[in-house]
């Protein structure tokens, strides 16, 4: 962390901590005018961005993750990437909510269209050259949702039951790649459990391995509503509960430091992380921008050139299409008396 960052760490008083760890409303965290410190602003998602939900404003579409993933192109990935950080920037955001770099493990996650594959290293380089692709246009990125968030069925709240080699090789490996790589600002903690712990007040998760083992520099932002517990997700590593206003930390964080079951010096690395992260994006130079839309006809080609890429076309060898569908009667017959 930078000079700058230290001394506003030394400056800021525990309230002022305590409020920054939270955010303000739907797309904002909590700024310090006293110290010149901004809101941080944040913007959905994966295929565009849209800015504030009632702004009116329209956005680029571009096509989503499984489709993307089906390119298999990082180059079109990163340059797509781009384009949607550069619609950040025309929404007045800081961070992007985006990429979602779950794993296709069934085809009933509701979700699945927004991730890439069910591929562990496809995925992990897509989302690498996507997530240069934004940070290039200085906004930050966020790698979601860690982890194990590849379920529709109770999404909120199941339980991901993984042993430790799974978690490793198929679960965790794109998100390591991911922090190795590609830096991103942000990575955001998942709604379910893992192993019966929710992810955000999962310690094993965000500090042990995230923070510790992959020496990730960046900050933990909650899912909207998906902070459980205030003592257990403070201690665990989440840094930043959203939406805002605060349920969960707030004057329940403020309370439990009172307390003495969460440390001052872990506010301290959670105000300090999302201080680097303003820093990052540059919104101390730019900040409370108004949101544009901006139909840039080089965004309209890229969103065509990802949607030809990413579309998969059948060649009928031998005029085996349309089918027969007396023969599909018989073999479907045979088939079923076996």
């Known amino acids: 962390m930078s000079q700058r960052v230290?001394?506003?760490?030394?400056?800021?008083?525990?309230?002022?901590?305590?409020a920054m760890v939270a955010g303000s409303d739907t797309w904002h965290g909590t700024g310090i005018d006293r110290l010149g410190i901004p809101a941080i602003k944040v913007t959905d998602?994966?295929?565009?961005?849209?800015?504030?939900?009632?702004?009116?404003?329209?956005?680029?579409?571009?096509?989503?993750?499984?489709?993307?993933?089906?390119?298999?192109?990082?180059?079109?990935?990163?340059?797509?990437?781009?384009?949607?950080g550069q619609e950040a920037r025309s929404k007045?955001?800081?961070?992007?909510?985006?990429?979602?770099?779950?794993?296709?493990?069934?085809?009933?996650?509701?979700?699945?269209?927004?991730?890439?594959?069910?591929?562990?290293?496809?995925?992990?380089?897509?989302?690498?050259?996507?997530?240069?692709?934004?940070q290039?246009?200085?906004?930050?990125?966020?790698?979601?949702?860690?982890?194990?968030?590849?379920?529709?069925?109770?999404?909120?709240?199941?339980s991901?039951?993984?042993?430790?080699?799974?978690?490793?090789?198929?679960?965790?490996?794109?998100?390591?790649?991911?922090?190795?790589?590609?830096?991103?600002?942000?990575v955001m903690s998942a709604y379910n459990k893992v192993n019966g712990t929710s992810a955000s007040d999962n310690r094993e998760l965000l500090t042990t391995i995230l923070k510790d083992e992959w020496g990730f520099e960046g900050f933990v932002i909650s899912d909207w509503y998906g902070t459980r517990t205030t003592v257990g997700a403070a201690n665990a590593g989440l840094d930043l509960e959203m939406p805002g206003p605060p349920r969960v930390f707030g004057k329940h964080l403020a309370e439990?430091?009172?307390?003495?079951?969460?440390?001052?010096?872990?506010?301290?690395d959670k105000a300090r992380r999302i201080l680097g992260a303003l820093e990052r994006t540059g919104a101390f130079e730019w900040h409370d921008e108004p949101e544009t839309a901006r139909d840039k006809p080089h965004h309209r080609e890229l969103a065509r050139a990802a949607a030809t890429?990413?579309?998969?076309?059948?060649?009928?060898?031998?005029?085996?299409?349309?089918?027969?569908?007396?023969?599909?009667?018989?073999?479907?017959?045979?088939?079923?008396?076996?």
Do not use: M
């Open 6 to 18: 230290d001394d506003l760490v030394a400056k800021l008083t525990l309230d002022e901590k305590i």
């Open 160 to 186: 991901s039951v993984i042993d430790e080699r799974t978690l490793r090789e198929v679960y965790l490996r794109p998100f390591e790649l991911v922090i190795e790589r590609a830096r991103p600002v942000s």
């Open 92 to 134: 007045g955001a800081h961070l992007l909510l985006a990429p979602t770099i779950n794993i296709h493990r069934t085809p009933l996650a509701g979700r699945n269209f927004e991730c890439y594959s069910e591929d562990t290293l496809l995925t992990a380089l897509l989302a690498i050259g996507y997530i240069e692709g934004v």
């Open 256 to 268: 439990a430091v009172g307390a003495g079951t969460v440390n001052v010096t872990t506010i301290n």
């Open 136 to 158: 290039s246009t200085g906004v930050g990125a966020t790698a979601k949702h860690f982890v194990g968030n590849d379920s529709e069925f109770e999404r909120h709240t199941i």
């Open 309 to 338: 890429a990413g579309s998969v076309l059948l060649q009928n060898v031998g005029a085996q299409l349309p089918p027969d569908v007396r023969k599909l009667r018989r073999l479907a017959t045979s088939e079923g008396r076996r």
């Open 45 to 84: 998602g994966p295929n565009g961005a849209r800015g504030e939900t009632k702004s009116g404003l329209t956005s680029a579409c571009f096509p989503c993750g499984s489709s993307l993933g089906s390119t298999w192109d990082v180059d079109l990935v990163t340059a797509v990437g781009e384009a949607i």
